[in-house]
């Protein structure tokens, strides 16, 4: 969640998750999240940074999983 937190922040100087560019889907069937990564993407990392868990790491030098 700090990842969607931060890149609002960061992109548009708001704390607003409808701002984001990443998102985050829940199954609520299996208990699972998935990470979604919108077309607006500037490759920034704040939100790869930010993650406390780790769960976020770069692919290349243009996207990341
Ligand atoms: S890398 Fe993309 S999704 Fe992550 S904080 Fe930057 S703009 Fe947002």
């Known amino acids: 969640m700090s990842c969607i937190l931060a ?3 960061f992109n548009f100087n708001v704390i607003n998750p409808e701002k984001s560019f990443i998102k985050l ?22 939100c790869i940074t930010v993650c406390a868990y780790k769960a976020l790491e ?6 990341y999983n």
């Open 58 to 63: 770069w692919e290349d030098e243009n996207s």
């Open 7 to 9: 890149c609002s922040l």
């Open 25 to 46: 889907d829940k199954n609520e069937e299996r208990q699972t999240f998935t990470i979604s990564v919108s077309e607006g993407c500037k490759s920034c990392g704040e």
